[in-house]
């Protein structure tokens, strides 16, 4: 019912920009928090960046000042615009999203992207 579909990924020279999209489509009454969370080869999952229905954001240490998470509600879309980019921030990069759709009968559910690849490289 429910889809969230990453894109804007790809690759890119050190000290790169990439801006990376989310939009989530299907039976959505609402969109609650939204994050992005990277993965990258052999290591474990961790949170990159977080923003609240209202606009409030939180980063990982390691995005502080050089990215930027926002989101377009009538859009039902976040971004992560990724600046001053380093081979380190190279990653499988998702989204998520707590969504009340009519499925969920007034539950919130956590939805999850595919994901779209980062590469940071010369």
């Known amino acids: 019912q429910v889809q969230l579909v990453e894109s804007g990924g790809g690759l890119v020279q050190p000290g790169g920009s990439l801006r990376l999209s989310c939009a989530a489509s299907g039976s959505i009454f609402s969109i609650n928090q939204m994050a992005w969370y990277r993965q990258a080869p052999g290591k474990q999952r961790e949170l990159v960046a977080v923003i609240t229905r209202s606009g409030t954001s939180t980063y990982a240490d390691s995005a502080k000042g050089r990215f930027t998470i926002s989101r377009d509600n009538a859009k039902n879309t976040v971004y992560l615009q990724m600046n001053s980019l380093k081979p380190e921030d190279t990653a499988v990069y998702c989204c998520?999203?707590?969504?009340?759709?009519?499925?969920?009968?007034?539950?919130?559910?956590?939805?999850w992207g595919q994901g779209t690849q980062v590469t940071v490289s010369s």
């Open positions: 998520n999203a707590w969504i009340t759709t009519a499925q969920s009968r007034g539950v919130t559910q956590l939805f």
